[in-house]
């Protein structure tokens, strides 16, 4: 069974920076491009970040590019994203998440982990 | 790239059919044929119920089903259940630049 365990989310102030990890189980991890996914409340999931398989490969949204990095640790199975100059407008829950890159889908998800951005 | 266009409420009665639309773009639905769906309950991860406009994940009862049309997708809820409320989002590959760009959201009321 696929496992996706985030952590790291918490109240931050604005400018500071947070980083947050999700620990894979339960499938070959190194095979699949993986994805950060964050919902802010009340509102529709929003595509954050995704990285290939061996890390080599990453795609980020615009709103995002230069503050948030995507990265992965293939020997421990874990994916991180590194969130730096934080606005009160990433205030969300991030969700680490599979991606099926054949039907670019998002197919298993995290219970994922709030990150409030205020002063 | 803006959020794809849902309508904010859907209602039916218990084994009545529901269907939700998902409006985009020719950037997005309209050129690729990978939308997907999602569940989600209140306080719980998006479920992938539909991939590639058509398909059910192993597990997904046969009466959710999508389809799409020009640069808008579908999704209908047969033999509406108690459990099928919740919060459905609809999801399209948009290029390199955005793997997934999301519905805003409809709340399925099952009356």
């Known amino acids: 069974e696929v496992q996706l365990l985030e952590s790291g989310g918490g109240l931050v102030q604005p400018g500071e920076s947070l980083r947050l990890s999700c620990a894979a189980s339960?499938?070959?991890?190194?095979?699949?491009?993986m994805n950060w996914v964050r919902q802010a409340p009340g509102k529709g999931p929003e595509w954050v970040s995704t990285?290939?398989?061996?890390?080599?490969?990453?795609y980020s949204a615009d709103s995002v590019k230069g503050r948030l990095t995507i990265s992965r640790d293939n020997s421990k199975n874990t994916l991180y994203l590194q969130m730096n100059s934080l606005r009160a407008d990433d205030t969300a829950v991030y969700y680490c998440?599979?991606?099926?890159?054949?039907?670019?889908?998002?197919?298993?998800w995290g219970q994922g982990t709030l990150v409030t951005v205020s002063s | 790239q803006s959020a794809l266009t849902q309508p904010p409420s859907a209602s039916g009665s218990p084994g009545q059919s529901v269907t939700i639309s998902c409006t985009g773009t020719?950037?997005?639905?309209?050129?690729?044929?990978?939308v997907s769906w999602y569940q989600q309950h209140p306080g719980k991860a998006p479920k992938l119920i539909i991939f590639e406009v058509s398909k059910r994940p192993s597990g997904v009862p046969d009466r959710f089903s999508g389809s799409k049309s020009g640069n808008s997708a579908s999704l209908t809820v047969s033999g509406l259940q108690a459990e099928d409320e919740a919060d459905y989002y609809c999801s399209s590959y948009a290029g390199s630049n955005n793997l997934g760009v999301f519905g805003t959201g409809t709340k399925v009321t099952v009356l």
């Open positions: 020719s950037s997005d639905i309209g050129t690729y044929n990978y």
């Open positions: 998440a599979k991606l099926d890159s054949s039907a670019y889908s998002f197919d298993s």
């Open positions: 990285i290939s398989a061996s890390g080599g490969t990453t």
């Open positions: 339960g499938f070959t991890f190194n095979i699949y491009f």
